[in-house]
């Protein structure tokens, strides 16, 4: 199974982007996702994760209420769409799966990995 990210690029503060995963097959039905970041000099950070069913999310206090992470099973894609971004948003994103119920912080405990986009907020 390979993951595959789309979106991202360059953005002004206060702007919106989506950024979108999806896995063949629509495996990520059956997989709890993250959203990381990972900004130059930093460690990867969760910054959305969304549980299997789709029903249980998490975002850590820097992004809550800016970012909304939604799951579609029947299509096997995850979306998260972030508002209100700001200049300290700018890091490559990278989506990744689990094969558990929920996600974890801990980016060692996902086993797939799609590809960074590049988010750029600029001020």
């Known amino acids: 199974v390979q993951l595959q990210a789309s979106g991202g690029g360059m953005a002004r503060a206060g702007g919106s982007q989506q950024l979108s995963c999806a896995a063949s097959g629509r495996a990520l039905s059956g997989y709890s996702v993250g959203w990381f970041r990972q900004a130059p000099g930093k460690e990867r950070e969760l910054v959305a994760g969304i549980s299997r069913s789709g029903e249980t999310t998490y975002y850590p206090p820097s992004v809550k209420g800016r970012f909304t992470i939604s799951k579609d099973n029947d299509k096997g894609t995850v979306l998260l769409q972030m508002n209100s971004l700001k200049p300290e948003d700018t890091a490559v994103y990278y989506c990744?799966?689990?094969?558990?119920?929920?996600?974890?912080?801990?980016?060692?405990?996902?086993?797939?990995w799609g590809q960074g986009t590049l988010v750029n907020v600029s001020s």
């Open positions: 990744a799966a689990r094969n558990a119920n929920f996600m974890h912080l801990d980016p060692y405990e996902y086993t797939l």
